[in-house]
């Protein structure tokens, strides 16, 4: 079983689905004590603004701002830096505990020993 987890989510609001899978998977993942490393890329970028995952509505998921949470504060979230600037967010822009990285880093972390990736 792979002892890390790296996920991409390339969905945000235009495919609450998809998007709110990305963050339940990575959130379940931080809690069974799995080492995750979560990506927001596309739509999803705008998740790393504060105030933005409470305007994200999906009947029966849970709470987007609670799952950010739990993996912040036991994983890692990155935005994609080329997202991040297509959108004008800087470092500055983001709630605490995102870094900005870039595809380098993405293909580092996903080609390290022991782990899975996923893209959602």
Do not use: N
């Not at 409470?54 to 890692?76: K, M, T």
């Amino acid at each position: 079983m792979a002892k890390k987890l790296v996920i991409k989510v390339t969905a945000g609001a235009d495919a609450p689905e998809r998007c709110s899978q990305a963050f339940t998977v990575a959130a379940v993942a931080v809690a069974s004590g799995v080492e995750v490393s979560l990506w927001l890329t596309g739509e999803s970028a705008w998740f790393a603004l504060p105030g933005r995952a409470a305007e994200f509505e999906l009947p029966h998921a849970a709470p987007l701002p609670d799952l950010i949470d739990s993996i912040v504060a036991a994983g890692r979230i990155t935005l994609c830096t080329q997202c991040a600037a297509r959108r004008e967010i800087t470092e500055k822009d983001v709630i605490d505990g995102v870094r900005i990285a870039g595809a380098q880093v993405f293909v580092q972390e996903a080609m390290s020993e022991g782990t899975q990736a996923l893209v959602y």
